[in-house]
């Protein structure tokens, strides 16, 4: 069964940076897309970016320019750099590889 662990959620304020780590275990990962998604308080799940097995990237349009993600193959580890950091990213953030999602780490943004 497919393990994913998300890490590195906190208190941020607006303009501040974070990185988020997923560890992943139990699978092929460097064959797989892997994927960030959020969830903000009191609404439904929304993506945000994905990275492919050849490295390709793709972002939401509300993240474009602000986050990166990146993969390490060698470690089994999926990241997403977030930088300038806005109130509207508050949100519990899981990693997703195919039908496999994490339990999430939140991220709240606020003065």
């Known amino acids: 069964q497919v393990q994913l662990v998300e890490s590195g959620g906190g208190l941020v304020q607006p303009g501040d940076s974070l990185r988020l780590s997923c560890a992943a275990s139990?699978?092929?990962?460097?064959?797989?897309?892997l994927s960030w998604v959020r969830q903000p308080p009191g609404k439904g799940v929304e993506w945000v970016s994905t990275i492919n097995h050849h490295g390709v990237k793709s972002y939401s349009d509300s993240v474009k320019g602000r986050f990166t993600i990146s993969r390490d193959n060698s470690n089994n580890l999926l990241y997403l750099q977030m930088n300038s950091l806005k109130p509207e990213d508050t949100a519990v953030y899981y990693c997703?590889?195919?039908?496999?999602r994490g339990q999430g780490t939140q991220v709240t943004v606020s003065s």
């Open positions: 997703e590889s195919g039908s496999s």
């Open positions: 139990r699978f092929a990962f460097q064959n797989y897309a």
